[in-house]
């Protein structure tokens, strides 16, 4: 069974900085392009990063883009979200999931989600 745990979030002013992890277990994280998505109150859920089966290709949201950097550690079965120069817009529950293509954007692979992990940027 496909079981994601993020953790890392908190209150942050902004400006400031907050490192996001993600843990999977029940599969190999080296084998899923691995991604990190976020909902807003009263929005739908968005593509933030992914990152390849080797670390070595990245791609952002523009939102988002050189603020925020997405690693992953295959031996440890983890994934972090380095979140830097935070806004108040940034303001979200944040999830990882495996990563497909979906149109011109992404979209979860695992349809169990993870709880989340509440990011609040006060301005």
């Known amino acids: 069974q496909v079981q994601l745990v993020e953790s890392g979030g908190g209150l942050v002013q902004a400006g400031g900085s907050l490192t996001l992890s993600c843990g999977l277990s029940g599969r190999t994280v080296s084998n899923y392009q691995m991604g990190w998505f976020r909902q807003a109150p009263g929005k739908e859920r968005e593509f933030v990063a992914v990152i390849g089966w080797s670390g070595r290709t990245t791609y952002y949201a523009d939102s988002v883009k050189d603020r925020f950097a997405i690693s992953r550690d295959n031996a440890k079965n983890t994934v972090n979200l380095q979140m830097n120069s935070l806004k108040p817009e940034d303001t979200a529950v944040y999830y990882c999931?495996?990563?497909?293509?979906?149109?011109?954007?992404?979209?979860?692979?695992?349809?169990?989600w993870g709880q989340g992990t509440q990011v609040t940027v006060s301005s």
């Open positions: 999931n495996a990563a497909i293509p979906k149109g011109s954007s992404w979209a979860g692979l695992f349809g169990s």
